[in-house]
């Protein structure tokens, strides 16, 4: 893993590095071969101001390259392991319900990658909640102050390791 020491480091089960690094395989190989043929069949129909195809072709493939250096990003500050340990410390990799604000909230923490199709909430370790609970144990209260201004309070209630 080569990463410059200012970069943050994102935690990854192998199933969900595997995942990333198909998709990525995917989008440079097949998918992006795909978005050209479809380019060049619209370019073939005349003129390219009213071509809906052809510009709608042309903005899959720009979300299609974004998407490419997301991921080769993220795969190269990519730290592959094991769930963390069942320990009750807030961690990457941790399944975390805490009292935020008054309100029960379950979320990972980490990289929304771990969390794959689900729609479970995700903090990231650089979000102020994600700084603020990183190593904190069940049962420690705290306070964040949120990007508005705002102290919020926290209580964490318990830490998993999370499992897809």
């Given at each position: 893993?080569?990463?410059?020491?200012?970069?943050?480091?994102?935690?990854?089960?192998?199933?969900?590095?595997?995942?990333?690094?198909?998709?990525?395989?995917?989008?440079?190989?097949?998918?992006?071969?795909?978005?050209?043929?479809r380019i060049e069949?619209?370019?073939?129909?005349?003129?390219?101001?009213?071509?809906?195809?052809?510009?709608?072709?042309?903005?899959?493939?720009?979300?299609?390259?974004?998407?490419?250096?997301?991921?080769?990003?993220?795969?190269?500050?990519?730290?592959?392991?094991?769930?963390?340990?069942?320990?009750?410390?807030?961690?990457?990799?941790?399944?975390?319900?805490?009292?935020?604000?008054?309100?029960?909230?379950?979320?990972?923490?980490?990289?929304?990658?771990?969390?794959?199709?689900?729609?479970?909430?995700?903090?990231?370790?650089?979000?102020?909640?994600?700084?603020?609970?990183?190593?904190?144990?069940?049962?420690?209260?705290?306070?964040?102050?949120?990007?508005?201004?705002?102290?919020?309070?926290?209580?964490?209630?318990?830490?998993?390791?999370?499992?897809?």
């Amino acid at each position: 893993m080569s990463t410059n020491s200012n970069e943050p480091v994102v935690w990854l089960t192998q199933e969900a590095y595997d995942r990333l690094n198909d998709e990525l395989t995917f989008l440079s190989g097949p998918g992006r071969a795909e978005i050209v043929a479809r380019i060049e069949q619209a370019r073939s129909e005349g003129d390219l101001k009213e071509n809906g195809g052809y510009h709608a072709a042309r903005e899959e493939q720009g979300k299609a390259e974004a998407r490419i250096l997301y991921l080769k990003d993220l795969l190269r500050r990519a730290h592959v392991g094991e769930a963390p340990a069942d320990d009750g410390i807030v961690e990457p990799g941790m399944l975390v319900v805490a009292n935020i604000a008054g309100d029960e909230t379950t979320f990972l923490f980490g990289s929304r990658e771990v969390a794959g199709d689900t729609d479970l909430e995700v903090y990231s370790e650089q979000s102020p909640i994600g700084v603020a609970v990183h190593g904190a144990k069940v049962g420690d209260k705290l306070t964040y102050v949120a990007p508005n201004g705002r102290d919020i309070k926290v209580e964490i209630i318990s830490a998993k390791p999370y499992s897809a």
